[in-house]
């Protein structure tokens, strides 16, 4: 193991990719290939307008199969399961999960980062005494995305939940926790641990020190002797996270635990400060790398945790979060049958020549970064008689490139650094025609790589590392390098700026719809 001159690919490591609308489970040799995979679709339970949920167990069991199924592809390509050495985790993030700490059954529903039922309650946190010290300590402003509003509205909604408060047996955790506790079996081993760069999206984790914060705890008037949180650990160790205890890979250690977007500026080697990474999956997601200490945006942005490879390589970021991206282009496909699937929406996009004055504010949770907008909700401006769906179909892409322009905007603000490329990932990045209108947007080039699972990568890279199928970060230099494609922008600057101002305006006038 870790012999460079080794190229017998006889080691592998497992990768789950748990994200909001699939799980999927990768296996990838040494060279950071996938070699077997399988993916599944699960249900998203849409309760009440703006509540979004999960079922943990359905959760649990998607990834069981997906392991299965990807251990069964590797087999019948003639590898033996054994040279499977370690399993990383990767998953959405902030999406909550409450469950009985001596039985390990869930209490309700996981709550999704996308859910606005929060946005009340959030609003009055915000009058509480010492509201605006928060984003300071922890990274992240007052809003409905991170977990605590979702662990405070159960507490104050649930019976069962607030029952297992008041007799000490609550369990919260992240997707990653709740995973790595049912993986390892549960109460019988009680593995309860969670990494930096998750615990960061909960509000409860101090960005400096890396630890829970009584200060963050005691502002959201909670008893930490009535809940369990798990254990803040870095996200590569060898022992931490436990091994799984039954299935086809019964045994293997996990050792890898990134949330999906840290994971992704892993995958894409965002290892130096300076470079950066969006990810176009359900929602995007754009990383910075800002180095070993924290940033604390002051232009909407939020300071998160890249990744703790342990002392000596623990970088930050600066993030750029936006809450609906790949969900709109599935909004057009299920709900309004505009193609009959994602993949198709290019085509009914490029139709068109332009926009043709149509601006579509995609604001289905409000607007996040860099605007924070709770009370804003989808809106579509600029529609004529001669509108076609083609329009709303570019209209519904651009939204997502806008919003990437914005956050670029704040980071450069925030850093005094111009980026000069932008790595791309996701399940969106496919369409090239987004990516081109991003190119043009941004004015710089986007840099699409041939393997977009990098997301999953992300986790293999941080699973390898603690057990030696990767030594140091270096010998990942050649990952994945071959075949990108890069877009440079065609768009003269003057009209990227007028379209941008357009957006802008637009964005103005979607506020108080949800007051
Ligand atoms: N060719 C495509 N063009 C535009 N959007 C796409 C395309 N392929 C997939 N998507 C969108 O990407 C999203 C899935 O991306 P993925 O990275 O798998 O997301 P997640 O990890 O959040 O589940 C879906 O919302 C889908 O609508
Ligand atoms: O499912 P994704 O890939 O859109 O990622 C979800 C994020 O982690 C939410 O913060």
Redesign the pocket.
Known sequence: MGDPTDDSHETFVGSIDQ???STRFLIFNRSGEPVASHQIEFKQYYPQSGWHEHDPLEIISSVEQCIEGAVKDLENQGHAKASIKAVGIT?????TVVWNHETGEPLYNAIV??DTRTQALVRKLKQRLGADKLQELCGLPLST?PSVGKLLWLLANEPKVKDAYEKGNLAFGTIDSWLVYRLNGGPNKNVFVSDPTNAS?TMFMNLRTLDYDDQLIDFFRLDPRKVHFPKITRSSDREAYGRLESGVLKGVPITGCL???SA?LVGQKGFSPGLAKN?Y?????LLYNVGEKPVFSSHGLLGTVAYDFGEGNRMYALEG?IAV???SVKFLVDNWGFVESSSRISQLASTVEDNGGVVFVTAFSGLFAPYWIDDARGTIYGITAYTNRGHVARATLEATCFQTKAILNAMEKDSSRKLAALAVD??MSNSDLTMQTQADLIQIPVLRPQMRET?ALGAAIAAGLAVGVWESLDELKSVNVEGRTDFTPRMPEAKSREMFERWEKAVQMSRGWSA
């Open positions: 994200g909001t609308t998953n959405q993030r902030e999406t980062w996308t995305y999206r949330g999906d977007q992704a990810t999956g359900t929602g995007c997601f979060s991206a790949g969900s996701g399940g997301t």
